[in-house]
């Protein structure tokens, strides 16, 4: 995951920024809001892959054939998990800035952090929560310790499902960001112009 945001961080920004400047007309190449859904609909697919990759694994394991998979069967997930932190990460952080006011610059950074630990509480109660609901009476949870007997392959699928959702509320704020920006712009269209006038009485 390290590697992909190392790799493709100097790429996009010296490859493709320029190309896609010349289409977006955006000097960063896509719109930040842009890249930060980028980075939601990759951690879809991430998601989506996991849970196609462990279905392999868990068919295999409950066969009747000796189980012989790579470790690079985790190669693509992780790459995109990488693809999803260059994206939506990065993206997050750059948006922060322009949004305050340069004598709370460092906030943006803390707002990031922020965010991530409650997304890790976020995940551990999640994971709480199915491993208690899905072994009730008995059953095995899909969280079982041994994965052979679990499903994590439908954990995967809940959290793609769950990220989905997460990307409908994103459109829903970028929506209501777009007015307010919209709305704010007009307002200092109409401060500005008013003090226009009121220096053009005086004069």
Known sequence: MLL?????IPVYD???VPFLAKFTQEPRGLNLKTRMGVGI???IITMVVSAIVETIRHDLANSNTTVV???MWLVPQFVLLGLTEAFNAIGQLEFY???LPSSMSSLATVMFMVSMAVASLVASLLTKIVDSITGQGGGVSWLSSDIDEGHVDYYYGLLSF???LNFVYY???CRVHRS???SESRLSHATDKERFDGIERKT
């Open 69 to 71: 998979m790579s470790a």
């Open 180 to 182: 307010f920006s919209s």
């Open 14 to 16: 010296r490859v493709m």
């Open 41 to 43: 609909i990759l951690s």
């Open 162 to 164: 769950l990220t989905l």
């Open 4 to 8: 992909t945001i190392t790799i493709w």
């Open 97 to 99: 800035y322009p949004e």
């Open 171 to 173: 459109l829903i704020c």
